[in-house]
């Protein structure tokens, strides 16, 4: 898949992960995992990359003796995962387009 | 590799700045995280990947500027004799880096001076079409007929040629913007490779 559009897609796919309650790494990761295979380094990069963009929020916990990151989506971040809805409406319905024919062919 | 192991090669490699120790929490808690499943160390750190794929990720998510100054910068201070060094053997190195700069520099232009001229035709043909259209009307109030019938079939022509000049000319402007990303990719590959490799 095109990397760009896969990147797009992963950070949706982070804040979906988060977006019911505050979630910890591994637990994306296995979250995610059913849908799609989602590496460390990779989540990583996206979690930053959405920090920065003050799409969620982290908090350090103490769990079983040593630290843990919690991660919580903010408003921004819930109008992102609003706004790929959109966005997907009308993907799909080029989708449904560009497929037309081999559709009618079938 | 046990975690400390893994976390210690990381350390040596990633770049010294401000989030080098909250990536290494980050990777240690997705190891303790994975060992209370009942996952034992070493199979925790094999899941996470090795060392150089997860450098990999982070590298080329830093801007090649920030990455050139890190690589470029030394991890520890400088001892007297090797400043010295540095400044005797400055007239080599400084001469040298210029070369390399200048050398990259000069393969952009030569890409770009390409895509001039092929323009500059374009637009040589497209102006000869103007030029010959004007004879066409000139001859005509001349009463030459026969020469403006002879200009006007050289004016299609160019025209002709110069619509076939424009797509080639767009191709190629698509071919060096590829182009001219591509070498800018390959040389932030090249340090992100050296890194890893380090």
Redesign the interface.
Known sequence: MDIQLKRGLLDVCVLAAIKDKES????IIKDIKPYTEM????L??I???LENAQMLTVRTEEY?G????YYRITQSGMKRIEEFKEDWKEILSIYKFVTKEDNENE | MNKQEFLSRLKEKLPANEDTQECLSFYSEMIDDRKEEGMSEEEAVAEIGTVESVLSQILSEIPLSKLVKETVKPKRSLKAWEIVLLILTSPVWISLLIAAFVIVISVYIVIWSLLISLWAIEVGFALGVVYLAVYVVVFITQGRMLQSAAYFGASIAFVGISILMFFVCKKASKGTLVLSKKIAEGIKLIFIRKRVAQ
């Open positions: 910890y790494g591994y637990q590496s460390e380094s990779t990583y990069t979690l930053k990359r079983g040593r630290l843990r990151k």
